[in-house]
Every structure is written in C-alpha cells, then in structure tokens.
C-alpha cells in the first residue's frame, strides 16, 4: 500500500491547531452578544424596536478580533437608523456594549468603542442628509433645488441640453397629485440615460433635462403615451445658452410659474 505523503500529517496538526481559535471567536461571539443584547435592553432599548440586526454580530466580532470596527458600527448605525431607532438609541445601545466589554481583548477599549461609534452616527447622518437634498424618497427623482441645480450647471456647455416638462391640472387628474407624481417617477426612471436628470419641480410639474432636442422629443413621447393621465400636458422648451444669469432665472420662471409662489429659498 502506498504511503501518504510526508507532509500530510504536518497539515493535519495544523488544521487541528487553527480549527479551535475559530470555535472560540464563534463561542466569544455568541457569548458576547448576549450578554449585549440583556445591556441594552436594560438601559432602555425601546421595546416597540427589534435589538437584532444583521450587523451586531460583526460588532462584536470586530471587537474581539481588533479589526473593522468602524465599518461594521457604520453598518450597525445604518441599521439602527432605518428601523427608527433615534441617535440616541444607538448611543444608549453602544455604551451597553461598551460595558460588556471583556478587560483583555484585542478590541478597542470601552472609550475608544463610544468614540468611534459617535464617527460612524455622524458619518451615515451626513450621508443621509445628503441623499434626502438631492433626492425626493418618494419618487426617486431629484428634488427641485438638485434639478435646478443640475439644469444651471455648467457641465452642459457642450451638449444642447432641452427640457421636458410634464404638467397636469390637480383638479382634473384621477388622482392625487402624489399618485401622479410617482407614477410618472416610476414610468421615467427606467428610461433616463447619461446626464439625464429628472425632478419634480412644483406640486404638479415634473421635468427632464436631456442633451439634445432629438432626445427630449423622445422621452417627451414616452410621456404622452402614459396610461391613466388624460389631463397630462407635454411640452419641451430649449435652454437660452449664451443667457445672461439674469435671462436663464427669467427663462426658469416663465417655465416654471410654481418658483414664483414657492421660492428655492
């Protein structure tokens, strides 16, 4: 019978040696999470809010092992957030962690663990605030100050950029003005292209910036051609390039009477 290899038994002892330091994280974790969940809950965690979350157990895992502490707390933050907890929730439920902490770790200690907890808040804070100005949630569509923003910006000089705009009358409409509003969103969204912006300009205006008059007549027939809105005007207009700042402003106005009784203020 033939041998095994030599070097067979050497791997053998070290899977044997390595698979144990694996159990012990797993154990440690378990152990830990536990013992971080009754904290929590003990200082307050709200109970219409579920404690369990995809990301707690890489924050501890992150704490034992000593690496990628700030992502998963950036996670964990996000997380918690987006089931409503509040920022201080998750402060209240990063200091029970932080009493839980096991003395010789090669995690952060408890103060380092509260600061960095506090960069990650902030982090996904910002970045929410930063989604929600440029961003209506409801349609998906750029809100009006970004779509002005986008429709003013220099980064068109080499292109021929045209609008196309969808009105209706709210009180002919079958629905709601919101109802509408993310219908239209949801019909549009798929077809925007490259430099394409899109955005819901006034209570009953929705609007496209595109590149070129052959693209905004286009896209300006896939609005007409929408189910369930009889009263829906298309209309497409040319942007005044060359204009002064004062003539675009006046353009816009005459474009979008809304900007008149609701100010980018």
């Known amino acids: 019978m033939e041998s095994p290899p030599a070097h067979r038994h050497g791997d053998e002892e070290r899977e044997r040696t390595t698979q144990p330091a694996g159990d012990a994280v797993s154990a ?3 152990t830990l999470l536990t013992r971080w969940r009754a904290r929590s809950h003990e200082l307050g965690w709200p109970a ?11 924050v501890v895992e992150a704490c034992l092992t000593g690496s990628g502490l700030l992502p998963a707390l950036r996670e964990l933050a996000d997380q918690r957030l987006g089931s409503a907890a509040t920022d201080s929730d998750f402060e209240r439920d990063v200091d029970a962690l932080a009493s839980c902490l096991p003395g010789a770790t090669l995690g952060p200690a408890p103060a380092d663990l509260v600061a960095a907890a506090a960069r990650a808040v902030r982090e996904i804070v910002a970045r929410d605030a930063l989604l929600a100005h440029g961003t209506d949630p409801v349609t998906g569509l750029r809100t009006r100050s970004a779509f002005v923003h986008d429709l003013t910006s220099p980064g068109y000089g080499d292109v021929d950029p045209h609008v196309v705009v969808a009105r209706w009358e ?13 219908t239209i969103a949801d019909h549009l969204r798929p077809h925007l292209g490259p430099r394409e912006s899109a955005g819901s300009v006034g209570l009953c205006d929705i609007a496209v910036l595109v590149t070129s008059p052959e693209r905004a007549e286009q896209l300006g027939e ?10 829906l005007t298309v209309s497409i207009a040319g942007w005044p390039r060359g204009a002064d700042p004062a003539r675009r402003a006046e353009w816009l106005l005459d474009l979008f009477p809304s900007l008149v009784d609701e100010p980018l203020i």
Do not use: F
Request: zero cysteines; a negative charge.
């Open 48 to 58: 219409d809010l579920d404690w369990e979350t995809d990301a707690a157990p890489a």
């Open 170 to 182: 709210p009180a002919k409409a079958p629905w709601s003005a919101m109802s509408v509003r993310t």
């Open 28 to 30: 440690a974790v378990t």
């Open 222 to 231: 896939l609005l007409r051609g929408l189910p369930g809105t009889p009263t």
